[in-house]
């Protein structure tokens, strides 16, 4: 079955560290660009990080530059983000999203044809 799994969420005090990561099946996963999206409570999908198909460029959102990193391992099919200084407004679900070609693209993320089912992060003292 063709899907992306993501663990790593949890609850973290403000400042704390969390790492996700994303596995992805059944297809070929250095095909693709990838992006991390995440939603939080009452709000839409937003963009937060991507990468291209071989790890060589990457983005962010304004409102975790420098905060977040996001990497991938082709050889083990995984994307990650490791999150630092965590705030209370990075409490969202956290989706890995599969992109639609080499490079990301933030519109295309929140509009992914394949999207895992999502891993809470709540931020919280």
């Known amino acids: 079955e063709v899907q992306l799994v993501e663990s790593g969420g949890g609850l973290v005090q403000p400042g704390g560290s969390l790492r996700l990561s994303c596995v992805a099946s059944?297809?070929?996963?250095?095909?693709?660009?990838m992006s991390w999206v995440r939603q939080a409570p009452g709000k839409g999908l937003e963009w937060v990080s991507g990468?291209?198909?071989?790890?060589?460029?990457?983005g962010y959102a304004e409102f975790v530059k420098g905060r977040f990193t996001i990497s991938r391992d082709n050889t083990k099919n995984t994307l990650y983000l490791q999150m630092n200084s965590l705030r209370s407004e990075d409490t969202a679900v956290y989706y890995c999203?599969?992109?639609?070609?080499?490079?990301?693209?933030?519109?295309?993320?929140?509009?992914?044809?394949?999207r895992g089912q999502g891993t809470q992060v709540t931020v919280s003292s």
């Open positions: 999203a599969k992109g639609s070609g080499s490079y990301y693209n933030p519109r295309q993320a929140t509009n992914s044809d394949l």
């Open positions: 059944e297809f070929t996963f250095d095909d693709y660009a």
């Open positions: 990468i291209s198909r071989d790890g060589g460029l990457t």
